[in-house]
């Protein structure tokens, strides 16, 4: 295994965390301490998790009271203990899963659904560790914090969008409403600039929502059935927004059964919804990217 295959492992299992219901949160757990533990990676991630001590990071934090949700974790600011303590915890997980359900239940607590706790902790702690793991391992992750050539509009929001319009003038509409100016690349003056050209000029923004809708099918060579996949143009400028804001930037929409990208580590994935509760997760998402989000706007809009 190589160390591209080894972090496209951890991050599928992510991807899988993140979808699982009640009764295949297991799996996925399992795998993820298990790609944890791959020749590539099981020197970094017991040198860190031998640093910690997460009997006594629990006894620290806040262990709430009465009132369910109240409890809170004491994270540390050095980001080495902080991925250490996320090793523990996984590999605790993955050796009890009744034991990681009743921790997200206590500790990420978001209602009566002991699943809904997991989802919670995953979104808060295991797809941001996925990130930063890649980036301390790799040790040469470029910074995100360089000047861009252009200032960034906090007032626009970039979507990448493939064949389903629908989608697209759904998700713009909301962005409105927000009273944000929804960047749509084929909606911009072309000025005589090659696609690449035009994107590149159209990527001052501070955040990118990605579409990953159903629109091709595609198969490896040795697989008999075709598979939904998304449009070429997508993924590029999916990678094209992770390198240019940064992971925490850039937000993927998940409409549907397609078959997900596994180099993207760390890219959050929010599943979409009819019910329109994907709508939270995306503006939780912006507000963490220092958007000025209305939550009530949000909620009335659902």
């Known amino acids: 295994m190589t160390l591209k295959s080894a972090f496209a492992e951890l991050n599928n299992a992510i991807l899988d965390l993140q979808q699982a219901d009640y009764n295949t949160y297991e799996r996925p757990l399992k795998k993820l301490a298990g790609a944890l533990k791959a020749e590539e ?22 262990q709430g009271g009465s009132m369910q949700g109240s409890a809170s974790l004491k994270w540390p600011d050095d980001k080495e203990q902080e991925l250490g303590l996320t090793i523990a915890l996984i590999e605790r997980g993955a050796a009890n899963p009744d034991w990681f359900m009743n921790f997200g239940h206590h500790w990420f607590h978001n ?32 910074s995100t914090q360089d000047a861009p050539p252009t200032a960034i509009d906090m007032n626009k929001i970039f979507v990448v969008h ?4 629908g989608t697209k003038e759904t998700v713009a509409r909301f962005l409105e409403q927000q009273g944000l100016q929804p960047v749509i690349l084929h909606e911009q003056p072309s000025r005589g600039m090659t696609i690449p050209e035009k994107l590149i000029a159209n990527s001052n923004v501070g955040f990118a929502v990605v579409l990953l809708t159903p629109d091709d099918v595609g198969r490896a060579k040795t697989d008999t059935h075709d598979k939904p996949r998304v449009r070429q143009n997508v993924m590029l400028e999916l990678g094209y927004f992770v390198g240019r804001l940064g992971r925490d930037k850039v937000c993927a929409l998940l409409k549907e059964k397609v078959e997900l990208p596994s180099d993207y580590v760390g890219v959050l994935y929010v599943s979409w919804d009819d019910a329109g509760a994907w709508k939270m997760e995306l503006a939780k998402e912006m507000h963490a990217a220092g958007y000025d989000v209305d939550f009530n706007k949000v909620i009335k809009g659902r």
């Open 162 to 165: 493939g064949r389903d319009n």
């Open 111 to 142: 209602g009566s659904k002991l699943i809904s706790g997991i989802h919670k902790m995953t979104r808060a702690v295991i797809v941001p560790f996925g990130r930063d793991f890649k980036t301390f391992v790799e040790q040469s992750a470029p």
């Open 41 to 62: 990676l099981r020197t970094t991630s017991e040198g860190l998790s031998t640093k910690v001590d997460f009997e006594r990071f629990l006894a620290e934090s806040n």
